[in-house]
Antibody, heavy 117, light 107 residues
Framework: QVQLVQSGAEVKKPGASVKVSCKTS????????ISWVRQAPGQGLEWMGW????????NYTQKFQGRVTMTTDTSTNTAFMELRSLRSDDTAIYYC??????????WGQGTLVTVSS | DIQMTQSPSSVSASVGDRVTITCRAS??????LAWYQQKPGKAPQVLIY???KLQSGVPSRFSGSGSGTDFTLTISSLQPEDFATYYC?????????FGQGTRLEIK
């Protein structure tokens, strides 16, 4: 079955960077995109951006432009999201999701990133 | 960016009730709308996509309708496992945007 398995929780200091991985299985990786969505504690869902797995083209929401980089490794069917210059308000659960024409399914289990001094 | 506004923000209902959640887009999005269910501590799961298409494995008591700017998610007869938070999401154009969520609570 289709699965997306994310890397484990991270604790980072303000100003640091974090790189979250999303290993996929059970489908043809290059036929879909991957969207990244985050959820701050007790808050709603916030879409961060998208990457096309076949050629690596990206679309980032303006809020994260310049701070985020999304990449893929087609040899391991894995997507990555790196967020730089972390602030306390970046504390959130970060999700990857297979993106089929905007339908996000399935989702990874989520990665908690805590930013604290 | 397209703004998605859900109402109500929260609703209390009983098992067996019919519940409707609405979602309004700030501009027309054709039928590019999906609905997600999220339970505490879990990742969201898609229920409905393309406004009215039921995701495989989702019970038929869930249904979606609408077009343009106004959309609804209906649960025909609430079951105990349906108490969760629901989000609408537009897939018409980047950036993808979500509604603020509707929390469905047990009365």
């Amino acid at each position: 079955q289709v699965q997306l398995v994310q890397s484990g929780a991270e604790v980072k200091k303000p100003g640091a960077s974090v790189k979250v991985s999303c290993k996929t299985s059970g489908y043809s990786f290059t036929n879909y995109g991957i969207s990244w969505v985050r959820q701050a504690p007790g808050q709603g869902l916030e879409w961060m951006g998208w990457i096309g797995a076949s050629i690596g083209n990206t679309n980032y929401t303006q809020k994260f432009q310049g701070r985020v980089t999304m990449t893929t490794d087609t040899s391991t069917n894995t997507a990555f999201m790196e967020l730089r210059s972390l602030r306390s308000d970046d504390t959130a659960i970060y999700y990857c999701a297979r993106d089929h024409n905007g339908r996000l399914d399935p989702w990874g289990q989520g990665t908690l990133v805590t930013v604290s001094s | 960016d397209i703004q998605m506004t859900q109402s109500p923000s929260s609703v209390s209902a009983s098992v067996g009730d019919r519940v409707t959640i609405t979602c309004r887009a700030s501009q027309g999005i054709s039928s590019w709308l999906a609905w997600y269910q999220q339970k505490p501590g879990k990742a969201p799961q898609v229920l409905i996509y393309a406004t009215s298409k039921l995701q495989s494995g989702v019970p038929s008591r869930f249904s979606g309708s609408g077009s343009g700017t106004d959309f609804t998610l209906t649960i025909s007869s609430l079951q105990p496992e349906d108490f969760a938070t629901y989000y609408c999401q537009q897939a018409y154009s980047f950036p993808i945007t979500f509604g603020q969520g509707t929390r469905l609570e047990i009365k």
